[in-house]
């Protein structure tokens, strides 16, 4: 039974910085975080591949975010930096089980979290 679990999210004023952690249990997985918004589709923000040695970033958030895993507890972060407002959404773990290429679609994950609320403003 995979399981993905999002925390860390909250309010914050622009430029300030949140750490959101995905707990990830059940098969190892490629793990990518999107974001979604009231009335704009769900938006690809990074992903990390199982053992950690590829990243990519939308890029909207490319100098901004880091994406991180440590694999002994089964966790996945994204270290968010100078926050503004139109980072302001739901953000949603995925994780896709496949060997090989990390994808940027979030049609091509299986597993989802339950998201969790990132809110920036002053």
Known sequence: QVQLVETGGGLVQPGGSLRLSCAASGRTLNVAWFRQSPG?????????SWGGSRTTYGDSVKG??????????????????????ED?????CAGDPRNGLIYLRPDEYTYWGQGTQVTVSS
């Open 88 to 92: 302001t959404a739901i953000y949603y």
């Open 64 to 85: 901004r975010f880091t994406i991180s895993r440590d694999n002994a507890k089964n966790m996945v972060y994204l270290q968010m930096n100078s926050l503004q407002p």
């Open 40 to 48: 704009k589709e769900r938006e690809f923000v990074s992903v990390i």
